[in-house]
């Protein structure tokens, strides 16, 4: 005979042997979840590059960009392998015609940014020495070679490339699907000046990154860049200066442009200009290095380094008189100028190739001017002198002179020029009368004219 269990007893094995059961359940059932498709990889496409700008210098087009930092998502860095530059003659419709039917310019490689990890400094205790467990320093990374379109540029380098404009580049491009079409210049007799050939043709221009999957980014801003021929370039300019500034003057082309032709008969009647002419020419002045040989003429460089920017004039808006004038002297170093004519039909300009360059050494020849109100006052065993003090920016100092009076010319009674404008003599003779003048000189060592005389008694 079995005893009985006990009430307590009973209701614990109970108790376990649903909890049991529940777990066997679980573990047993069968999974309903369902296995979705894989996901597609995500890709990151880098922004526009961006500071787009595009000038013509005679037969060459120079195409400004800055390479972007980021992606479009604003992640960073850019995930970005090279950057594109693609050129359209024409009028495209979308910026996929540009580089599906247009040129490409140039690719410029682009590099991965540094590790930064590599630059890290190694991780102290409070005693300022490394902990038992840190790592061995890793050797510091050699230095990146200098950007370049053979070492690659970095992510944030402004980047300068050219174009040389020939037939090719004349040519229309026509569409597949739509052809483009170029409007007639119009022609317009004398005495308006006709628009120069060409002058409603352009090219188009857009920068656009390309990531490590060979995928294209957004594109830039376009850069469109006339294509008709502008005027020759200017004589080689002479150069004139002084203390102030720098004078440029230079001879127009014989083929200007002017905005009123010269009548061929008396009896024309008065017109007004309809549609689109051309506007009367004007010059921009530019600062260049040296040349290394013959100062024939100086092209731009083609393409400048990385950090370069596109050539600015001295001048802010192009100059229709000459001479220009440059407020900028720098003594004792050579300065070199060359003018371009800049044609303009409408709002659109293209400067000629650059002219013969000038180059000068500015040389100070230029004195101070004479100190002013000289005056002085005797004193026991002294005379003090006093003037105004001049304000020339090379200013070196001042001479003082003296002589008794009644025998011969002032000379220096001092040999280096003194910054102040004041001096005390105690080097004179009781009961003589003294003459005094000052000089001031300046850095070149010209020495302006005598001041004014001055006569003073000895006590």
Request: with cysteine.
């Amino acid at each position: 005979m079995i005893p009985p269990t006990p009430r307590g007893v009973r209701s614990v094995c109970v108790a376990c042997g649903l909890a049991l059961g529940v777990v066997a359940a679980v573990i047993t059932l069968p999974a309903c979840g369902k296995k979705g498709p894989p996901l597609a990889p995500l890709i990151t496409l880098p922004k526009a590059p961006e500071e787009v700008l595009g000038r013509r210098f005679g037969a060459t087009v120079y195409l400004q960009f800055r390479v972007p930092r980021a992606n479009g998502d604003n992640s960073a860095p850019a995930d970005i392998e090279r950057v594109d530059v693609y050129g359209f003659t024409g009028t495209p419709t979308t910026d996929a015609d540009i580089y599906k039917e247009g040129t490409l310019v140039a690719s410029v490689p682009v590099r991965k940014p540094p590790d930064p990890d590599e630059d890290r400094p190694k991780r102290k205790d409070d005693t300022g020495k490394a902990p038992r467990d840190a790592k061995p320093a890793t050797p510091a990374a050699p230095p990146r070679p200098p950007a370049s379109l053979e070492n690659g540029f970095d992510q944030g380098d402004t980047i300068v490339v050219t174009e040389p404009i020939g037939a090719a580049q004349l040519t229309p491009v026509v569409l597949k699907k739509k052809p483009v079409v170029v409007a007639a210049v119009p022609d317009v007799a004398p005495p308006l000046g006709p628009p120069p050939p060409g002058a409603l043709l352009s090219r188009v221009y857009v920068a656009i990154g390309i990531n490590h999957r060979g995928r294209k980014g957004q594109p830039s801003e376009r850069v469109s860049i006339p294509l008709f021929a502008p005027s020759s370039a200017p004589s080689a300019p002479t150069i004139t200066y002084s203390e102030s500034d720098v004078k440029v003057a230079w001879a127009p082309p014989p083929d200007l442009r002017l905005p009123i032709q010269q009548l061929t008969a008396d009896n024309v009647l008065d017109s007004t200009t309809i549609g689109m002419g051309s506007t009367p020419g004007a010059f921009n002045v530019y600062d260049v290095p040296p040349p290394a040989s013959s100062p024939t003429a100086v092209k731009l460089p083609s393409p400048p380094p990385a950090g370069g920017a596109m050539p600015r004039p001295l001048n802010d808006a192009p100059v229709t008189v000459s001479p220009f004038v440059d407020p900028r002297v720098e003594f004792g170093k050579p300065r070199c100028y060359v003018v371009r004519t800049v044609s303009r039909v409408g709002l659109l300009s293209v400067e000629s190739e650059a002219s013969p360059v000038t180059c000068v050494t500015l040389v100070d020849t230029f004195p101070p001017a004479a100190p002013r109100a000289l005056a002085a006052v005797a004193s026991g065993g002294a005379i003090s002198l006093i003037w105004e003090a001049n304000t020339e920016r090379d200013l070196d100092g001042y001479l003082v002179l003296r002589a008794e009076a009644g025998r011969g010319d002032p000379t220096p009674i001092i040999q280096a020029p003194i910054k102040e404008s004041t001096y005390r003599d105690a080097t004179v003779k009781t009961g003589v009368r003294y003459v005094y003048v000052v000089v001031a000189v300046d850095t070149s060592k010209n020495q302006s004219a005598p001041s004014n005389r001055v006569e003073e008694l000895a006590r």
